[in-house]
């Protein structure tokens, strides 16, 4: 009963690198979301997708892209890490509705040096 | 937009006492609305849920009312344990949209 599964659970970069968090759900969930938590700030939408091939933007989404090729995986990419993209990135999955419950990862604590 | 506010933390509490955390929020119709609480080193989970004006939601001892009239949410326990120490999030939602969350609250209980 894996849920959803975030990939790493800890990354430091340096400014400039790139990297591609992962996130796969095992629950055919049609939607899931990317969202960085910061102190105080609560969780912020990057980006989302309601179904394989369809994406759109959230939020927060400068400096992020992603991609939904299947209905189990949705990886976030960093295209060039800066200092204010230091943050606890969460991956989310639901099935259709928010009413139903969104089932989230145990996230990736990112640093950007 | 859709906004949520909540009252900022750390509250604390000893354990048995009465907890209340406040749960505001702007929004265009009629949004659904949740309560999550995230323990450390855990990703958000859902506590409990409203989705119309009036419906109380509740859940391990938790309650929340949905009151349209105020735009609230309060989330309530009659008696804290000591395992309730977590941050909680209060969000609403448009059905089928995302969420929008509030900036959390840090509940931390004493024994």
């Known amino acids: 009963n894996a849920g959803v599964t975030q990939t790493p659970k800890f990354q430091v970069l340096k400014t400039g690198q790139s990297m591609t968090l992962q996130c796969a759900q095992d629950?055919?969930?049609?939607?899931m979301s990317w969202y960085r938590q910061d102190p105080g700030m609560g969780l912020r939408l990057i980006h989302y997708?309601?179904?394989?091939?369809?994406?759109d933007q959230g939020e927060v989404p400068n400096g992020y892209n992603v991609s939904r090729s299947t209905t189990e995986d949705f990886p976030l990419r960093l295209l060039s890490a800066a200092p204010s993209q230091t943050s606890v990135y969460f991956c989310?999955?639901?099935?259709?509705?928010?009413?139903?419950?969104?089932?989230f990862g145990q996230g990736t604590r990112l640093t950007v040096v | 937009g859709d906004s949520v506010t909540q009252m900022e933390g750390p509250v604390t509490l000893s354990e048995e006492a009465f907890l209340t955390i406040n749960c505001t929020y702007t929004?265009?119709?009629?949004?659904?609305l949740f309560w999550y609480v995230q323990y450390p080193g855990e990703g958000l989970q859902l506590l409990l849920k409203?989705?119309?004006?009036?419906d109380k939601g509740s859940n391990k001892g938790f309650e929340a009312t949905y009151r349209k009239e105020t735009t609230s949410f309060h989330l309530e326990k009659g008696s804290v344990q000591v395992s309730d120490s977590a941050v909680y999030f209060c969000?609403?939602?448009?059905?089928?949209?995302?969420?929008?969350f509030g900036g959390g609250t840090r509940l931390m209980v004493k024994p």
């Open positions: 989310a999955s639901s099935p259709g509705t928010s009413l139903l419950g969104t089932f």
């Open positions: 969000a609403l939602s448009h059905a089928g949209n995302m969420l929008t």
């Open positions: 997708s309601v179904g394989a091939g369809i994406t």
């Open positions: 929004a265009t119709g009629y949004p659904s």
């Open positions: 409203a989705t119309k004006a009036d």
């Open positions: 629950m055919n969930h049609e939607y």
